[in-house]
T-cell receptor, first 116, second 109 residues
Framework: GAVVSQHPSWVICKSGTSVKIECRSL??????MFWYRQFPKQSLMLMAT?????????EQGVEKDKFLINHASLTLSTLTVTSAHPEDSSFYIC????????????FGPGTRLTVL | GQNIDQPTEMTATEGAIVQINCTYQ??????LFWYQQHAGEAPTFLSY??LDGLEEKGRFSSFLSRSKGYSYLLLKELQMKDSASYLC??????????WGAGTKLIIKP
């Protein structure tokens, strides 16, 4: 089946630093990738939708200058949390929509970010 | 390897009951989620089980057996709006989410 990977799996950083999270579709091409945040025992909150080669579309309330998204290729999207603060500590999950099977959406394993 | 198995698709009748099974083999276990996802929308949280047993929440119930690596989501009094994909996800010992492929539930009148 289709596989989506994320790197790193977990990261601990100091307040004020920037963290980059990669999301890769390993065996399929994804024209669209989604970035979510998840707080404990809660729904995934969609942060932004990124389409290959174009600017990401951010959900209301998500600061685009703080959460930079780049979708440079059909298999890679990156989320950079700039000037991270403790309140940004969360579980970040990406998903990718298959270019061919557009109804299929595959989720990554998540990246746990802890900001000290 | 780690994997989660759930049926690809199920069909049920409005007003009936349906049970969606999920079996998992993961390195460690720190909880199991069930999510509902309508086409084009973000998944919404349905339940979280970390102890064995049945958790009931309105028309939806979720069951977990850690010794069997098994969970099910039970939907009662099915409504047309319950047509969606249902995702099973397990948190492993490294607190990584392992996702099932989802079960597409089709409700017929």
């Amino acid at each position: 089946g289709a596989v989506v990977s994320q790197h790193p799996s977990w990261v601990i950083c100091k307040s004020g630093t920037s963290v980059k999270i990669e999301c890769r579709s390993l065996d399929f091409q994804a024209t669209t990738m989604f970035w979510y945040r998840q707080f404990p025992k809660q729904s995934l909150m969609l942060m932004a939708t990124s389409n290959e080669g174009s600017k990401a579309t951010y959900e209301q309330g998500v600061e685009k200058d703080k959460f930079l998204i780049n979708h440079a290729s059909l298999t890679l999207s990156t989320l950079t949390v700039t000037s991270a603060h403790p309140e940004d500590s969360s579980f970040y999950i990406c998903s990718a929509r298959d270019r061919v099977e557009v109804d299929e959406q595959f989720f990554g394993p998540g990246t746990r970010l802890t900001v000290l | 390897g780690q994997n989660i198995d759930q049926p690809t698709e199920m069909t049920a009748t409005e007003g009936a009951i349906v049970q969606i099974n999920c079996t998992y083999q993961t390195s460690g276990f720190n909880g199991l989620f069930w999510y509902q996802q309508h086409a084009g929308e973000a998944p919404t949280f349905l339940s979280y089980n970390v102890l064995d047993g049945l958790e009931e929440k309105g028309r939806f119930s979720s069951f977990l057996s850690r010794s069997k690596g098994y969970s099910y989501l039970l939907l009662k009094e099915l409504q047309m709006k319950d047509s969606a994909s249902y995702l099973c996800a397990v948190i492993d010992s490294n607190y990584q989410l392992i996702w099932g492929a989802g079960t597409k539930l089709i409700i017929k009148p």
